[in-house]
């Protein structure tokens, strides 16, 4: 029996900052909160195709699994957790957001 579809972002990074962009409906963004949810295999396959497309933009595009909590995606492994909060050696990029 096939794995169920779970819900997916495409992820990469951004090939001149080198941080973790995520696709949106309409182009990137640096935050998981506005990365557009895929919900349907096909769909993701596609995004993804065309992500990997925008070698100018990004480099290593790929699937992550979200949970969806309120309409908003989260990670779901480690990994994703991590890179969404960015470089954890001190505070810069997205951590000075934090503070």
């Not at 497309?53 to 992550?64: I, N, R, S, T």
């Amino acid at each position: 029996m096939p794995k169920t579809f779970t819900p997916k972002v495409v992820t990469a990074n951004h090939l001149l900052a080198g941080d973790v962009i995520y696709q949106t409906a309409t182009g990137w963004t640096r935050k998981l909160e506005e990365a557009e949810v895929l919900t349907d295999e096909a769909d993701a396959d596609l995004r993804l195709i065309e992500a990997s497309q925008q070698v100018d933009v990004v480099v290593g595009a790929y699937l992550a699994d979200v949970a969806v909590d309120n309409d908003i995606p989260q990670p779901v492994h480690f990994r994703e957790e991590f890179r969404a909060t960015g470089p954890s050696n001190y505070a810069h990029g997205k951590q000075v957001e934090l503070q």
